[in-house]
């Protein structure tokens, strides 16, 4: 099975973990695989590598980065037979949460080493031609997107501040939404249109928004200040935001989003300028993607089986012994000892 490692050296983790190019040569290697890798030099260059994958009629293409990586080298495969498999290592990792992929990269590669894994069939938004398969977003949400993605360090920390920053300055929209046989007219603080959940971080803004329903689920927040803030805050972490009064949810297959003048959104975290009017619709099960045996995405690809890359691949049961054959010589056994590598590139 020809493969693909598309590898984002500026996300994240992968700036300050080194060792994970070698760790994926190292498993390419070790398991035989009929795979290459290769690594982005700039915005966008995902997407043309992961073309370039599949016109090389790779069956597996598999993004090592954050979400913006994740979404430029998803946004190739949609309607392809090739499967997206993803190593997560950016600050949020919406979409492998979701999904329930491992967060370790270490482990994220063993998944996709096990006769375990299978390929899922999801959905794709779109909005305004802008791909996403997370969740996008606009007022105060494209907002922190595009003073997030100006800084050189990301994490949960970092958000929190850029976001009490932009909260301090942000002057709420009013807009006109239709969808869901509604038209609503309301001041908004953030309308959310999402695929799966959450953002990232466990942050859910759509609870029990599923990726293969074939809908999308929008969620508009009223106008708020820093007292009715908070308890939305708690409720976003804690998966009872819709319950909120302050709350309007809406699930279709489309939606139209008017606001007065033209403005930023943000599809996966990646920010765009657009007018006045945003379009949102969904492709249903467009995208094939390697997910753990027990993920919440559960209509499989038509005719997959197991999603193991072929080769002298362990059992799942054997998770440790799958790390320690993958980085033996790179990272000598540090995924089965605590404190190692895969520990320290999951701390933020």
Same mark, same amino acid.
């Given at each position: 099975?020809?493969?693909?490692?598309?590898?984002?050296?500026?996300?994240?983790?992968?700036?300050?973990?080194?060792?994970?190019?070698?760790?994926?040569?190292?498993?390419?290697?070790?398991?035989?695989?009929?795979?290459?890798?290769?690594?982005?030099?700039?915005?966008?260059?995902?997407?043309?590598?992961?073309?370039?994958?599949?016109?090389?009629? %790779?069956?597996?293409?598999?993004?090592?980065?954050?979400?913006?990586?994740?979404?430029?080298?998803?946004?190739?495969?949609?309607?392809?037979?090739?499967?997206?498999?993803?190593?997560? %290592?950016?600050?949020?990792?919406?979409?492998?949460?979701?999904?329930?992929?491992?967060?370790?990269?270490?482990?994220?590669?063993?998944?996709?080493?096990?006769?375990?894994?299978?390929?899922?069939?999801?959905?794709?938004?779109?909005?305004?031609?802008?791909?996403?398969?997370?969740?996008?977003?606009?007022?105060?949400?494209?907002?922190?997107?595009?003073?997030?993605?100006?800084?050189?360090?990301?994490?949960?920390?970092?958000?929190?501040?850029?976001?009490?920053?932009?909260?301090?300055?942000?002057?709420?929209?009013? %807009?006109?939404?239709?969808?869901?046989?509604?038209?609503?007219?309301?001041?908004?603080?953030?309308?959310?249109?999402?695929?799966?959940?959450?953002?990232?971080?466990?942050?859910?803004?759509?609870?029990?928004?599923?990726?293969?329903?074939?809908?999308?689920?929008?969620?508009?927040?009223?106008?708020?200040?820093?007292?009715?803030?908070?308890?939305?805050?708690?409720?976003?972490?804690?998966?009872?935001?819709?319950?909120?009064?302050?709350?309007?949810?809406?699930?279709?297959?489309?939606?139209?989003?008017?606001?007065?003048?033209?403005?930023?959104?943000?599809?996966?975290?990646?920010?765009?300028?657009?007018?006045?009017?945003?379009?949102?619709?969904?492709?249903?099960?467009?995208?094939?993607?390697?997910?753990?045996?027990?993920?919440?995405?559960?209509?499989?690809?038509?005719?997959?089986?197991?999603?193991?890359?072929?080769?002298?691949?362990?059992?799942?049961?054997?998770?440790?012994?799958?790390?320690?054959?993958?980085?033996?010589?790179?990272?000598?056994?540090?995924?089965?000892?605590?404190?190692?590598?895969?520990?320290?590139?999951?701390?933020?």
């Amino acid at each position: 099975m020809k493969t693909r490692f598309i590898f984002n050296p500026h996300s994240g983790r992968n700036r300050r973990n080194p060792w994970l190019v070698a760790a994926i040569q190292d498993f390419i290697d070790r398991q035989r695989l009929d795979a290459s890798l290769v690594s982005t030099s700039a915005p966008g260059h995902a997407t043309r590598l992961a073309r370039e994958a599949v016109d090389d009629d %790779c069956a597996r293409v598999i993004a090592v980065g954050g979400d913006g990586t994740m979404n430029e080298v998803a946004q190739a495969l949609v309607g392809t037979s090739a499967a997206l498999g993803l190593v997560p %290592c950016g600050s949020g990792n919406g979409l492998a949460l979701h999904l329930g992929i491992p967060t370790s990269p270490l482990k994220a590669l063993a998944l996709l080493a096990s006769p375990a894994g299978r390929v899922a069939a999801i959905d794709t938004g779109s909005a305004n031609g802008h791909p996403f398969f997370n969740a996008m977003g606009l007022g105060f949400d494209a907002e922190i997107s595009r003073r997030f993605n100006l800084l050189s360090r990301r994490g949960l920390p970092a958000y929190a501040v850029t976001g009490y920053a932009a909260f301090r300055s942000h002057q709420p929209e009013t %807009c006109v939404i239709v969808g869901a046989g509604r038209r609503e007219e309301l001041p908004f603080f953030v309308i959310a249109v999402a695929n799966s959940d959450q953002y990232g971080n466990h942050a859910f803004i759509a609870p029990g928004a599923r990726v293969d329903d074939g809908q999308l689920d929008l969620v508009a927040v009223r106008p708020v200040n820093f007292l009715t803030a908070l308890p939305l805050l708690v409720r976003l972490f804690t998966g009872t935001l819709d319950r909120s009064p302050r709350v309007l949810r809406l699930r279709d297959r489309r939606f139209s989003i008017e606001r007065k003048a033209p403005g930023f959104i943000h599809t996966d975290g990646e920010t765009h300028a657009t007018g006045s009017t945003v379009t949102v619709t969904v492709l249903p099960r467009s995208l094939h993607i390697v997910v753990p045996p027990h993920s919440r995405a559960t209509l499989s690809a038509s005719g997959s089986s197991a999603a193991g890359l072929p080769g002298p691949a362990p059992a799942a049961s054997a998770e440790c012994h799958v790390l320690r054959d993958i980085t033996s010589e790179t990272i000598r056994g540090s995924s089965c000892r605590r404190g190692g590598p895969d520990a320290a590139a999951t701390t933020s």
